[in-house]
C-alpha cells in the first residue's frame, strides 16, 4: 500500500512564497512568529518540518489561514 509522505521541501518552499509575497525578510518574519531565524531558513530549505503550533505562528505573522496554506501545500504534493 502506498502510504504518500509529506515533503518538506514542498512546505517549506509555500512557506516561503507566502512570505515573499507580503514583502517579509526571514528575520522579519521569525520575529513575528516568535521562531528562530535560523530555524525558519532551515524549514524554508526543507531541512526541518514545522510542527502545528509552529505552522500555525507563521501563518498568523502572514496573515493566511492554515487551511489557505495546507491547500497551496496539497496543490503542490
Not at 507580503?22 to 526541518?48: F, M, P, W
Amino acid at each position: 500500500m502506498f502510504v504518500p509522505m509529506l515533503d518538506s521541501k514542498i512546505v517549506g518552499e509555500v512557506i516561503s512564497e507566502f512570505r515573499k509575497k507580503k514583502g517579509l525578510s526571514q528575520e522579519v518574519l521569525s520575529g513575528l512568529s516568535d521562531i528562530g531565524r535560523t530555524h525558519l531558513s532551515a524549514i524554508e530549505r526543507g531541512e526541518r518540518k514545522p510542527t502545528l503550533e509552529t505552522l500555525y505562528k507563521i501563518c498568523n505573522a502572514l496573515d493566511v489561514t492554515m487551511s489557505e496554506m495546507v491547500e497551496k501545500i496539497e496543490e503542490r504534493l
